[in-house]
């Protein structure tokens, strides 16, 4: 047998029996190069491979992912736990708060290259910018940097702007939202963030670099969020 497809068969026996569930993160080709002693060329051929057969999605810049397919009778498998981002809206509004956005700015633009790079679409492409800071119980808690290229999110307006893109995302347009990778730093605030969020000048920000995906492995979302020192969180996004 050959070696990619020992390195093909290995790796869809661990995807079907939960080693590797649903939207989790294959090892790095790095890392598989050691596990089954071959070169980066089989590797890279095997996850081709799955890749074509709808098991696994591969991010540029980011790696491979396990996909969340259909059983043959048209249910979702449970072979793993979604990670699917409960977001700001309905974190704080489970707590019993009272959750409202200030949006700043609400427009299409084609997006920084360092965005487009990580939205995988071409610098003169075009994505929606949304600036706005959320509210909880009518304190600021987060404000929120949001690119999403329009040809994935269509027809987003002001009004789902202003409460939940995200069920907008999944009610409206009927996507499903899986996973994001996060950075999390903290960080200074500008004069103007300080402002919007009510903070001292030289209390920093927890800040949260966020790329989202959905379950086809299509990145819909690149979002920079910045949180209050006191901003108690159990999942981050920006929902």
């Excluded at 808690?141 to 907008?168: A, G």
């Amino acid at each position: 047998m050959l070696k990619y497809q020992i390195v093909i068969d290995d790796l869809r026996l661990a995807i079907k029996t939960g080693t590797y569930p649903a939207y989790s993160q294959l090892p790095s080709v790095s890392k598989l190069c050691e596990q089954y002693e071959v070169s980066k060329i089989t590797i890279n051929k095997a996850l081709g491979e799955l890749e074509a057969q709808g098991l696994i999605s591969r991010r540029r810049g980011s790696g491979s992912f396990v996909k969340k397919v259909e059983t043959s009778g048209g249910a979702p498998e449970t072979n793993g736990t979604s990670s699917q981002m409960p977001g700001f809206l309905a974190e704080h509004q489970a707590r019993g708060e009272s959750v409202r956005s200030k949006v700043y700015d609400f427009s299409v633009v084609r997006p920084p290259h360092h965005v487009a790079e990580a939205l995988d679409v071409d610098d003169d492409s075009f994505t929606y910018h949304v600036c706005r800071v959320r509210y909880a119980d009518e304190k600021p808690r987060v404000i929120e940097y949001t690119y999403m290229p329009i040809d994935v999110i269509t027809d987003l307006k002001l009004r789902n702007v202003q409460t939940s893109i995200y069920s907008f995302i999944e009610s409206d347009l009927g996507l499903r939202i899986s996973s994001a990778h996060r950075v999390i730093r903290a960080v200074m605030p500008s004069a103007e963030e300080r402002k919007r969020l009510d903070v001292p000048e030289g209390e920093p920000l927890l800040e949260v670099e966020q790329v989202g995906y959905l379950d086809d492995g299509r990145a819909f979302e690149y979002s920079v969020s910045r949180h209050i020192h006191d901003y108690e969180f159990h999942s981050i996004s920006t929902k």
